[in-house]
């Protein structure tokens, strides 16, 4: 198996550009995380999905966040716009029942 | 609410043991889990203890007191490659997702 599968591996973008990060789980995994994590304030959840469902999201910073999951296999994340406080390393997680996590190689996000 | 802490930074040398604490607040419990994770990659997973006790995995073992809300990663025989950080993780209801603790940064020295 090919685990969690992220893209891009990094983005640089300006202020004000839409960002969407992409996430394809490990096949047969039924839960889905969205985690972001800087020196700060460590690995924070935004939001996760059971079942292709949104269960909590409330970890997203504000309203220019968004997370979709259209199928079973594939999340996306959406910053739409971007600041420069949303750089940060943006990691995707799937499981089997929300235990135990496997997570992608993440998203090294800059905006500038 | 829920709180995870743990030290921020470790040393030790080379064939020594270390002992990363992590003392939890969650407001239900269901199990604990530490995560090693390299500079620059994601988060692997080590252990995971629900009922109280010691739960050894080669030069690894995790111990958990419910009670206490506490737990800790033993690490023995380090080597250089043990060098990264060590995530404490809590879920407080089954099927629910980890709050992580911010993580301890060992460094492990010759």
């Known amino acids: 198996d090919a685990g969690v599968i992220q893209s891009p591996r990094h983005e640089v973008t300006e202020m004000g550009q839409e960002v969407t990060l992409r996430c394809k789980l490990i096949?047969?995994?039924?839960?889905l995380f969205w985690y972001r994590q800087t020196m700060m304030r460590g690995l924070e959840l935004l939001i996760y999905f059971n079942n292709n469902v949104p269960i909590d999201d409330s970890g997203m910073p504000e309203d220019r966040f968004s997370a979709k999951m259209p199928n079973a296999s594939f999340s996306t994340l959406k910053i739409q716009p971007s600041e420069p406080r949303d750089s940060a390393v943006y990691f995707c997680?799937?499981?089997?029942?929300?235990?135990?996590?496997?997570f992608g190689s993440g998203t090294q996000l800059s905006v500038l | 609410g829920q709180n995870i802490d743990q030290p921020t930074e470790m040393t030790a040398t080379e064939g020594a043991i270390v002992q990363i604490n992590c003392t939890y607040q969650t407001s239900g419990f269901n199990g604990l889990f530490w995560y090693q994770q390299h500079a620059g990659e994601a988060p692997t997973f080590l252990s995971y203890n629900v009922l109280d006790g010691l739960e050894e995995k080669g030069r690894f073992s995790s111990f958990l007191s419910r009670s206490k809300g506490y737990s800790y990663l033993l690490l023995k025989e380090l080597q250089m490659k043990d060098s990264a950080s060590y995530l404490c993780a809590a879920s407080n209801q089954a099927g629910t997702a980890l709050i992580f603790g911010k993580g301890t940064t060992l460094s492990v020295s010759s």
């Open positions: 997680a799937s499981s089997i029942g929300g235990e135990k996590l496997f």
């Open positions: 096949s047969g995994h039924n839960s």
